[in-house]
């Protein structure tokens, strides 16, 4: 695998982006592209933001608030395991403690 770099442009609201990128990232970036043109469509579409950079702005906001919404949402189910694993750790070592102390 290369770290080289290559252009890639990319077609967002009618504009092109000249973006370089590794080979292997391509598909990704282009997917992105894709998303992002998707989602400034819609808020453009919706008539209350008006001007392709408060367009851009706002789809990075609600980007950026969807991502930190799922963050929490995934640290808060790993602490809810975490939780859930030291409680069944610890009936384990009890019953473990119970078992050998009957076998003595």
């Keep these: 695998m290369s770290n080289e770099t290559i252009p890639v442009t990319v077609r967002i609201m009618e504009k092109e982006y000249r973006v370089a990128c590794r080979q292997d990232e391509q598909e990704s970036l282009l ?3 894709r998303f992002l043109d998707q989602k400034m469509r819609e808020i ?3 008539g209350k933001v008006i001007g392709t950079d408060r367009i851009a702005v706002m789809a990075a906001l609600n980007l950026a608030h969807d991502l930190l919404d799922q963050k929490n949402s ?3 189910s790993t602490h ?3 939780r859930r694993l030291r409680a069944m750790q610890e009936k384990i ?3 473990l403690n119970q078992s050998n102390q ?3």
């Design 31 to 33: 997917a992105s592209a």
């Design 44 to 46: 453009r579409t919706s």
């Design 74 to 76: 995934k640290d808060s």
């Design 80 to 82: 809810i395991l975490t």
């Design 93 to 95: 070592d009890l019953a």
């Design 102 to 104: 009957l076998d003595l």
